[in-house]
């Protein structure tokens, strides 16, 4: 393919994309019900925290997921959490026509799929033909680096922007200001602050703890003591790493 039929069709690509986001946008979404930082649990294997799990006015669900590391946006992941969404969304004998639409929405600092898009949007199809499976699965990449003229442009822009007079929407333009000059701003940035040190010095307790464990040379009386866990958290995470 020539370089110029490569352009052509990279802005093909991108006008799709445009209209996608324009579609979605014109359905007028009116969020129901929002939370950060939301477990689900898996009594048969591994749970996930979303980021952010969000319930429309149409009972669609939302995952989504502010992600820097290329390595933390893999596809078998949004598949799973997809997976996870799914599997405690009916109740026991409840008709399988009742599960919500979902949405899996991974937020990337950079192109990790590298098609120069703003947003790529992957639903289930016959590979030949393109017929939709219309299963309500949806997987989305928002490409974080984008700052193109479109709404998702703008709001990449914003996210990253640190002055709020630069800001192209008034809702994160009025938080930040918020956040920056207020009282209860500057005492909920503290309060983040805090719970990040905390979250990160249990990483460092857990991932030193791993790499004993994997080690085999201490005993986990030992292991306990020199990563700061106790002797029953270092015992659940040897059961998880058999």
Do not use: W
């Amino acid at each position: 393919m020539t370089n110029r039929m490569q352009s052509e069709a990279r802005k093909a690509q991108n006008t799709a994309a445009r209209k996608a986001v324009a579609r979605r946008s014109a359905s007028a979404m009116k969020v129901v019900k929002s939370q950060t930082e939301y477990p689900i649990k898996n009594l048969q294997g591994r749970g996930v925290r979303f980021d952010v799990f969000a319930r429309d006015s149409r009972d669609r669900e939302y995952d989504i997921e502010i992600q820097r590391a290329k390595d933390g946006a893999e596809p078998r992941r949004a598949r799973y959490n997809s997976a996870l969404m799914d599997a405690n969304a009916l109740d026991s004998g409840e008709d399988f026509g009742k599960l919500r639409d979902t949405y899996v929405i991974f937020i990337t600092e950079n192109d990790v799929m590298k098609r120069g898009r703003d947003v790529y949007v992957f639903n289930r199809m016959d590979k030949d033909d393109g017929l939709e499976l219309r299963d309500g699965t949806h997987i989305v990449y928002v490409n974080g680096a984008t700052r193109s003229e479109t709404e998702i442009g703008k709001l990449m822009h914003d996210l990253r922007c640190r002055d709020a007079a630069e800001m192209h929407f008034d809702v994160l333009k009025k938080r930040v200001s918020q956040f920056k000059n207020s009282e209860e701003g500057r005492r909920i940035m503290c309060k983040a602050m805090e719970k990040i040190k905390a979250e990160g010095k249990r990483e460092t307790m857990f991932a030193t703890a791993k790499r004993m464990l994997k080690d085999g040379i201490l005993a986990l009386k030992d292991i306990a003591r020199y990563s700061g866990l106790t002797l029953a958290q270092v015992k659940k995470l040897q059961a998880e790493m058999a």
